[in-house]
């Protein structure tokens, strides 16, 4: 009989009992003793689905979850390593972190066949090792680390220990992060990886298993944690546009201007502040997210169409940076229903405050909060919070190097 083991660490959900399951009898094409052994992805914890016959049902495979492999071009570390670059401080070379594709995938670290027939393994011994990820894992990073090159200020300055530890912001950053998770797993006796790449204090509500019939059965048997892993985080802008601009309710005239102790500040800041002063300002809300139930209060201190411009451009809320504007006249068509004869003016007459607010409070995804059932958008969120939280860890610079 298989048991299923509790998972740890995970938050805000009851310990359940391990179940038992009657044994399995694999497909003679699928009886390779390698064949049905875990590899997640980096990025999400989330595991990669075989391209073969697997003991994954196929209900489960979906498409955005087959394996991809990112390694840096050879020579990188020893470069990054080399004293000339490293008084540098931005040094960075064009793309030096590749995304390859893999076109068959039996599962387990050895299993990867590459565009082109080559076979290679997950091996921690590789200086720049092949690493497996989601290619939408990959392509949330690459929107983060845009995100994260935007703003103002130097995250590396802010962290712990020497410069070149701490919070990243390139992919060559994230590469070395994600190098040295998958060493963790293999700390005595490097080699082939044969168990899933874990953190050190766990995943956001991540199964941790080594067997894909496992992990089945828990998607089988309804663990409450395993729907929103399996929901597709893929940018789109329309579906994310329509998602979020349906929230949008109108203004009502009477809480469209500012309490007294706020006219002062708008007046100021439409008319006569520096723009220095007035940037400062905008600076304080950025980026939106974490709110309380207090912050949820609008002000009206700034104008509806300034907190229009600033959800749309991804500057407030970076994680929705897939809204569309071209799809606002959806907006217009659905009040224009609701409000027959009546006019109605896209920048003055919604609450776009409000929804702002809503979308920065921490219970997002919880009931009664504005995005609750978006599964999509809710395994977008985990995967940005997981990269926000990534750090190259300052004590283990051997584990990069050796």
Known sequence: ????????????????????????????????????????????????????????????????????????????????????????????????????????????????????????????????????????????????????????????????????????????????????????????????????????????????????????????????AMPVQQADPSPNEMATTLVILKRLVLLHEHSSKPDPAYQAIRHGMENRLPIELTDMIIEKLRPFYNLTPEQLTCTRALSPSWWKKELLSGKLIPWLFDIDEKYMFIVKWRFKVERPGEPLDINKDLDWELLCRQLGQKNLFEPGGILFGEKKLENRWRIWRLLDGARLEPDRPEELHS
């Open 1 to 224: 009989m298989a048991s299923i083991p509790p998972v740890a660490n995970m938050p805000n959900l009851h310990w359940i009992p391990p179940v038992t399951f009657p044994p399995r009898y694999p497909d003679p094409e699928i009886a390779n003793p390698g064949c049905n052994e875990i590899v997640v992805c980096v990025v999400c914890g989330v595991i990669c689905t075989p391209t073969v016959p697997s003991a994954l049902s196929e209900d489960y495979a979906r498409r955005w979850m087959h394996p991809w492999l990112v390694k840096a071009k050879p020579g990188f570390l020893e470069r990054r390593a080399d004293p000339q670059n490293a008084r540098e401080s931005r040094f960075q070379e064009v793309n030096p972190i590749r995304l390859l594709q893999v076109v068959k995938f039996s599962g387990g670290a050895s299993g990867f066949g590459l565009k082109g027939g080559k076979s290679v393994a997950i091996n921690t011994n590789d200086p720049e090792m092949y690493i497996p990820i989601h290619s939408v894992c990959f392509e949330l990073t690459e929107i983060f680390c845009e995100f994260r090159s935007s703003c103002d200020f130097n995250f590396r300055k802010f962290s712990r220990g020497r410069n070149e530890y701490g919070i990243p912001c390139r992919m060559d950053l994230f590469y070395e992060i994600w190098m040295q998770r998958a060493r963790r797993v293999r700390q005595e006796n490097n080699g082939v990886l044969e168990l899933p790449i874990s953190e050190q204090t766990d995943y956001l509500g991540i199964l941790y298993t080594s067997r894909l019939e496992i992990y089945n059965d828990y998607i089988n048997h309804c663990w409450p």
